[in-house]
């Protein structure tokens, strides 16, 4: 056994390290390329000739992969150019050229096609991930593991995808921030409140959000998957009508923040980006100095007329003690219709006497302070409590707050901390 491993290790290592070809095939990698198997949906491929390593990436001859796949290959002798087109997508390859287009867009491959033995190889996961298929390699069996299919956790349970998406929707600010850093793209994305982050997504239409949906412009963007809130089940039918797929998935506590991450990660076949994301999130929040005793802080979030109490399964809750503060909302009965929060009742807020107030609107942050500032000096109860009395109450920066930050969690939770530990 362990001789099976050394040698498998061994032939790992010669594959990474061994130089270069003028044709761009690793010679050790050619050498093992017989051991490497290509399975579709668990059956393995016969594909005319084994699989090569150019450059650490996996290529295969293009007919048979190609065909493999449901599609139809044709080859232009004069250009050395392979075209490749499967329903509505067809991709364009270029032997030498590290350039691939895929119905029309641009992309840069690592490793160009190459001609090796009178045969034309092509990147087994390019080709396999442009026809809707996910690429998985298990080192261990030396196998690259082609599905058509995808299962994957969501937080309402388990869901299968039944191709790669390439038209993503998002109806939720922090799914699209997620995407992006992914470094995938999406054609649709949610009504942002404040300035569109990233940038990147300014350009691409507004479809709705978790409070209602624009179908006629969801339907223009043509998806294939949509990403939406739970909220918004009643409105899966119609959705599917279009011809998308509806993942419903939704995260309030940094913890399920960072699930969506990694669920994300799995369908953008991105994985080890997604951890990269997260080890450097964990890290921020390590780094953070925590007040010596938790200072009792009250978060109010909305609007006047229409204010409710953060609870701590709640985004802004969640992130305060993180902070190293203490919710004195903890034992207030959550609402119904928004069991992430309470009702603001001025008796129980006066009963737990918090240190700090903080509030979260959509509204213009000066007006809202000034109108508190008011109600705090006329309203006797209001001014009897310690945060009151030492003047400690700060309006939430909306950008992190107004709506779930997603990636940019660990910033919204160093604000409160820098709050946290001005109280004395």
């Given at each position: 056994m362990f001789h099976k491993v050394l040698t498998r290790s061994l032939l790992a290592?010669?594959?990474?390290?061994?130089?270069?070809?003028?044709?761009?095939?690793?010679?050790?990698?050619?050498?093992?390329?017989?051991?490497?198997?290509?399975?579709?949906?668990?059956?393995?491929?016969?594909?005319?000739?084994?699989?090569?390593?150019?450059?650490?990436?996996?290529?295969?001859?293009?007919?048979?992969?190609?065909?493999?796949?449901?599609?139809?290959?044709?080859?232009?002798?004069?250009?050395?150019?392979?075209?490749?087109?499967?329903?509505?997508?067809?991709?364009?390859?270029?032997?030498?050229?590290?350039?691939?287009?895929?119905?029309?867009?641009?992309?840069?491959?690592?490793s160009a096609p190459y001609i090796s033995g009178g045969k034309t190889f092509v990147p087994v996961r390019l080709i396999s991930e442009a026809f809707g298929k996910w690429v998985n390699f298990n080192s261990y069996t030396s196998t690259v593991a082609i599905s058509s299919t995808l299962t994957v956790s969501t937080s309402t349970g388990s869901f299968t995808l039944k191709k790669k998406p390439s038209r993503i929707v998002t109806l939720s600010s922090s799914d699209t921030e997620i995407i992006y850093a992914l470094g995938g793209k999406v054609v649709g994305r949610s009504t942002a409140i404040g300035p569109v982050i990233p940038a990147a997504a300014s350009a691409v239409p507004d479809v709705g959000s978790t409070h209602g949906i624009n179908f006629e412009t969801l339907a223009s963007v043509k998806p294939d998957l949509v990403i939406a809130s739970p909220s918004l089940k009643a409105q899966q039918a119609t959705i599917e009508k279009l011809g998308a797929q509806v993942l419903f998935n939704s995260h309030n506590t940094f913890t399920e923040i960072q699930a969506s991450i990694r669920?994300?990660?799995?369908?953008?076949?991105?994985?080890?980006?997604?951890?990269?994301?997260?080890?450097?999130?964990?890290?921020?929040?390590?780094?953070?100095?925590?007040?010596?005793?938790?200072?009792?802080?009250?978060?109010?979030?909305?609007?006047?007329?229409?204010?409710?109490?953060?609870?701590?399964?709640?985004?802004?809750?969640?992130?305060?003690?993180?902070?190293?503060?203490?919710?004195?909302?903890?034992?207030?009965?959550?609402?119904?219709?928004?069991?992430q929060y309470?009702?603001?009742?001025?008796?129980?807020?006066?009963?737990?006497?918090?240190?700090?107030?903080?509030?979260?609107?959509?509204?213009?942050?000066?007006?809202?302070?000034?109108?508190?500032?008011?109600?705090?000096?006329?309203?006797?109860?209001?001014?009897?409590l310690s945060a009151v009395k030492k003047d400690r109450f700060e309006v939430l920066p909306s950008d992190l707050f107004a709506a779930n930050p997603g990636i940019r969690a660990p910033q919204a939770i160093e604000t409160i901390n820098k709050l946290l530990l001005q109280v004395k």
């Amino acid at each position: 056994m362990f001789h099976k491993v050394l040698t498998r290790s061994l032939l790992a290592a010669a594959v990474l390290l061994a130089p270069v070809t003028a044709a761009g095939v690793d010679k050790a990698a050619n050498a093992a390329g017989n051991a490497i198997k290509v399975t579709l949906d668990g059956k393995e491929l016969s594909l005319g000739s084994g699989p090569q390593i150019a450059k650490g990436r996996t290529l295969i001859p293009y007919s048979g992969i190609v065909s493999a796949l449901g599609g139809k290959a044709a080859w232009d002798a004069s250009s050395k150019t392979v075209m490749a087109t499967k329903d509505s997508t067809t991709v364009k390859l270029t032997v030498g050229s590290h350039s691939a287009y895929i119905n029309g867009q641009y992309t840069y491959l690592d490793s160009a096609p190459y001609i090796s033995g009178g045969k034309t190889f092509v990147p087994v996961r390019l080709i396999s991930e442009a026809f809707g298929k996910w690429v998985n390699f298990n080192s261990y069996t030396s196998t690259v593991a082609i599905s058509s299919t995808l299962t994957v956790s969501t937080s309402t349970g388990s869901f299968t995808l039944k191709k790669k998406p390439s038209r993503i929707v998002t109806l939720s600010s922090s799914d699209t921030e997620i995407i992006y850093a992914l470094g995938g793209k999406v054609v649709g994305r949610s009504t942002a409140i404040g300035p569109v982050i990233p940038a990147a997504a300014s350009a691409v239409p507004d479809v709705g959000s978790t409070h209602g949906i624009n179908f006629e412009t969801l339907a223009s963007v043509k998806p294939d998957l949509v990403i939406a809130s739970p909220s918004l089940k009643a409105q899966q039918a119609t959705i599917e009508k279009l011809g998308a797929q509806v993942l419903f998935n939704s995260h309030n506590t940094f913890t399920e923040i960072q699930a969506s991450i990694r669920l994300y990660g799995k369908v953008l076949s991105q994985e080890t980006k997604a951890e990269q994301i997260i080890k450097g999130m964990n890290s921020d929040i390590a780094s953070l100095k925590k007040p010596a005793a938790a200072p009792k802080t009250l978060i109010v979030y909305g609007a006047p007329g229409s204010f409710v109490v953060a609870l701590p399964t709640s985004y802004p809750g969640n992130f305060l003690e993180l902070a190293g503060g203490k919710n004195v909302a903890a034992n207030f009965p959550k609402m119904d219709m928004m069991p992430q929060y309470a009702d603001l009742s001025l008796e129980r807020i006066i009963a737990a006497n918090p240190d700090l107030i903080l509030m979260i609107t959509h509204g213009d942050a000066a007006e809202v302070k000034a109108s508190f500032k008011k109600e705090f000096e006329t309203n006797p109860a209001w001014k009897s409590l310690s945060a009151v009395k030492k003047d400690r109450f700060e309006v939430l920066p909306s950008d992190l707050f107004a709506a779930n930050p997603g990636i940019r969690a660990p910033q919204a939770i160093e604000t409160i901390n820098k709050l946290l530990l001005q109280v004395k």
